[in-house]
Structures are given as C-alpha cells and as structure tokens.
C-alpha cells in the first residue's frame, strides 16, 4: 500500500509535467489526457478537496482556454477558486497561478480591463514567494505586454517584453555561467554530474515567450536595434542551454550585426563576441543529455 501511495505521487507529477510542456507547446488537445489524468492522481493521493488539486484544474483551465471551450474552463477555475477559498493559508504561488489564469480567460473574452487586474494580481502574489525580478513572476509580464498590445499601447508593451527579456537573460546566464565552471572543474561538460539544466516545461515555456517576444523586435528591429539585439542574445543563451549549439551561434552573431559599429555598444560587442566564441568551443551535447 505504501509502495502504490509513493507510485500514485510520482505519476502525479509526471503526468503534470507532460501536460504543461504540451500546454506551453500549444498542444492543447494532446495535454488533456495527460492532465485529466494528473487529477486523477491527485484525488486519490490527497482527497477531493485538497489544494493540491488546483494546479491540475488550472491547467485543464488553460486547455480549455486554449481550444476556446470557455464554459469549461470557466468551470475548472471556479473549482479552483473554490478550493482556494476553503483553505485560509493557501500558498501565494497558487493564489498566483489561479489569477494567471483568470486573466488569461479574461483575455480571451475581451475585458481587457479584468484581465489586467487579475494579471496584476498574480504578479503580486508571486513576488512575494519569488521576487519582482523572477522567471516565475515574468509570465504574468508577458501577458500583460500582450493585452497593451491588443489595446494599442505599444510603449506599455515594450516595456514589459523588455523586463521579461532582462529577466530570463540573467537567468540563462546564470545557467551558462555555472555549467562552464563546472566543466571546468570537472574536464567534461557531458559527464559533470552537478549540471543545471531547464525542466521540460520550463523549457517550453521559455521557448514560447522569448520566441513571442523575439519575433515582435525583429519586426521593430529598426526601431529598437539594442533591444532586438538583446533578444537575439537571449535566444543565443537559450539555444545553448538546451543543447543546441548551432543555432545559439547564429542568434550571438545575429546580436553583434545587429549592434552595428557604434563605438558606445564595444562593450555589448565584447560580452556577445565573448559568447560566440564558447558556443564555437563548446562541443554539442549527445541526444541522451538534450
């Protein structure tokens, strides 16, 4: 019995983290199955009325959303609400996602105007188990971006892609910056057994913002060259992260064309030039690490 309780958790938070990489990849149809069953796990492992339901009824909500079968997901976040609502000390990440989600749906339907309070909502409530300046917290950014640029205010825009793109370039640095000292001190990047790799949710999340938000600069390249070269930095860090190292270094030498040879930006030039270079050196991962 002890055994299958410890089995049903593991199948849990498998067929969780499945769901949310086809989530984040866009399939939603796919990921259903897959949640539906993560609820069934939860329900079994923890009862019908426990918190840790609600993750799986946020994402049956995004699907939903996703496939425009709005009154089911409406459904899915009253239940999470509800749930939310029936435990007094309930974690502020979930407090978080379940305004993530609202705001999302909001979206959908075209107020505007909720979708941002309930996105603002779940930035704050991130922050605090985060901070302001979290990978986590940037989702809630990158929708809000998002629905200033349905409304037209594109400055607004900008400067929430901008901090989303600040911050997942610190992120992925920090990333490079540890595993390029751990090759070091252990002479192989591929046997190194502390490396820091992005899950496969986190990395289809990543993939799906910053390919969002590299694809609007690169149609403001000419007027917003620095930012436009910063996001091709940021997809360079990201490609090399996650193992592809061709492609980080066509992004590292879109970045430093990009910049052009303005004499103010030699130590941008620099920092980029410095990158190409260890993604020159840098041997590939095998397809059993990527």
């Known amino acids: 019995m002890l055994m299958s309780y410890f089995n049903k958790r593991q199948l849990l938070q498998l067929t969780r983290a499945v769901g949310q990489k086809l989530l984040f990849e866009g399939k939603a149809e796919k990921a259903i199955p897959a949640v539906l069953q993560s609820l069934h796990f939860a329900i079994e492992v ?35 609400q509800w749930t939310v609502l029936m435990v007094p000390d309930c974690d502020y990440r979930i407090k978080s996602q379940v305004h993530r989600q609202i705001g999302r749906l909001c979206e959908v339907k075209g107020d505007y105007e909720e979708a941002l309070r309930h996105l603002a909502e779940d930035v704050y409530h991130c922050s605090i188990v985060t901070s302001t300046d979290d990978v986590e917290t940037s989702g809630g950014y990158f929708h809000m971006g998002n629905i200033f640029l349905k409304l037209g205010k594109t400055d607004k825009a900008e400067t929430l892609y901008y901090r989303v793109l600040k911050i997942w370039h610190k992120y992925l640095t920090g990333i490079v910056t540890f595993n390029v000292e751990e090759e070091e001190k252990s002479s192989s990047l591929l046997t190194s057994p502390k490396m820091i790799n992005l899950g496969k949710a986190q990395e289809a999340e990543a993939v799906k913002v910053l390919s969002a938000i590299h694809a609007w600069y690169s149609e403001m390249s000419d007027r917003h060259q620095l930012e436009f070269s910063y996001s091709c930095k940021t997809q360079a860090l990201l490609n090399f992260v996650i193992g592809d190292r061709s492609q980080a270094k066509v992004c590292a030498e879109r970045a430093l064309e990009a910049l052009g040879d303005d004499e103010k930006k030699q130590h941008t030039r620099r920092a980029i030039a410095s990158f190409l270079n260890l993604c020159r050196t840098t041997p590939q991962p095998s397809l059993s690490r990527r």
Not at 51 to 77: N, P, Q, W
Request: overall charge negative.
């Open 46 to 80: 923890y009862g019908l009325s426990s918190i840790e339901l609600v993750t799986s009824y946020l994402m049956l909500a995004e699907a939903c959303i996703g496939l425009h079968r709005l009154k089911e997901a409406e459904d899915y976040l009253s239940q999470a």
